[in-house]
């Protein structure tokens, strides 16, 4: 099944956008639909937490051979916890509709997002994916030595996510977030804004319990 999409763009429902994205939690009946960009790695790891997962997914990073960094959980977890992550849109879609779940997510104001993942994907230049994706296109690969430098790369950049689906589409990391929630086929219980942190962890908190607390209540580190 397909959708129209702004710009004319498709979005099928069995695309890679949904892997590894839909987080559930059986034990305090939650689900988190990740957004690359928007603080998912705090929230994963709040979700392992929960799920008393933590160790677990130390141990595989170690054990893997991952860097020793907040952000292997996006990897790690999921070898951990595969039957608490959906794939399908049949799965995601089946668990909405059940309202037995209390399906969340967090928002981000879309410039400074747009802003993190060329920073973090594009200008440092360390992500394969990206490096395969990009390769090739005008501003990617030049050389960032003066601020001035760095303006007429974002520049270039944001031009080149306006021309079209293909582009805009192309990566999750930059990917609309509506595309990548689809609120309108999917009714969430809460979609926060990660500028509204202690809001996020009160209801968050309030879905689990106090003891929990929220996922931005501290700055996780790896030993």
């Known amino acids: 099944m397909q959708t129209d999409q702004p710009g004319g763009g498709k979005f099928t429902h069995r695309s890679a956008a949904y892997r590894n994205r839909f987080y559930i939690s059986n034990k305090y009946k939650i689900c988190y639909a990740s957004v690359a960009k928007v603080a998912n790695t705090g929230i994963k790891w709040w979700m392992a937490g929960i799920e008393g997962l933590t160790h677990d997914v130390e141990h595989?990073?170690?054990?893997?051979?991952?860097?020793?960094?907040?952000?292997?959980?996006?990897?790690?977890?999921?070898?951990?916890?595969?039957?608490?992550?959906?794939?399908?849109?049949?799965?995601?879609?089946k668990l909405f509709d059940s309202k037995q779940y209390f399906c969340f997510s967090v928002v981000r104001n879309p410039y400074t997002r747009t802003f993190s993942a060329w920073a973090d994907k594009v200008l440092t230049g360390i992500h394969i994916h990206t490096r395969k994706r990009l390769h090739g296109e005008a501003f990617y690969d030049k050389p960032i030595l003066t601020i001035q430098d760095a303006v007429k790369g974002f520049e270039s950049f944001v031009y080149w996510l306006e021309s079209g689906p293909d582009a805009l589409q192309s990566d999750r990391h930059?990917?609309?977030?509506?595309?990548?929630?689809?609120?309108?086929?999917?009714?969430?219980?809460?979609?926060?804004?990660?500028?509204?942190?202690?809001?996020?962890?009160?209801?968050?908190?309030?879905?689990?319990?106090?003891?929990?607390?929220?996922?931005?209540?501290?700055?996780?580190?790896?030993?």
């Open 174 to 223: 930059w990917m609309p977030q509506f595309l990548l929630l689809r609120p309108d086929i999917l009714g969430y219980d809460y979609i926060g804004k990660m500028e509204n942190r202690d809001e996020i962890d009160q209801r968050l908190s309030s879905a689990v319990g106090e003891e929990h607390g929220g996922p931005f209540g501290k700055e996780r580190v790896l030993n």
């Open 60 to 93: 595989v990073i170690v054990q893997q051979g991952l860097p020793k960094n907040p952000k292997a959980i996006h990897t790690a977890y999921p070898m951990v916890a595969r039957h608490l992550v959906l794939d399908s849109f049949g799965q995601i879609k």
